[in-house]
């Protein structure tokens, strides 16, 4: 497998456990006790959810332009997984931003 086609790179893993870090954060502060302290907790995680929501579409559209020319089924198949993450991903993140921000 050439080198520029490895589509989960260690940025693209730490990104994900970021958005991931960043969702937990915010459905932790919804289910603690209402405090100063989670209030705080609350705006941090909506703030960068929607930060990696903007970061999110950026990666998509580019998954999107670098699988349109790569042959490889493997490849294809891993780029097309790796949208598929994002996309999960930035549904997650609105949904859960919403929730926090009604509550």
């Given amino acids: 497998m050439n080198s520029k086609n490895v589509v989960f790179t260690p940025l693209r893993i730490a990104l994900i456990i970021s ?22 907790l609350a705006v941090f ?35 097309r997984k790796a949208r598929i993450i994002y996309s999960i991903l930035f549904v997650c993140g609105f949904l859960i931003s919403y929730w926090t921000i009604v509550n």
């Fill in 45 to 79: 995680a909506v703030v960068f959810i929607m930060l990696f929501v903007f970061v999110i579409l950026l990666e998509i559209v580019w998954l999107h332009h670098r699988a349109k020319g790569i042959t490889d089924p493997v490849t294809l198949r891993s780029y």
């Fill in 19 to 40: 958005i991931v870090v960043s969702n937990a954060l915010a459905v932790i502060s919804l289910l603690v006790k209402q405090s100063p302290t989670t209030e705080a």
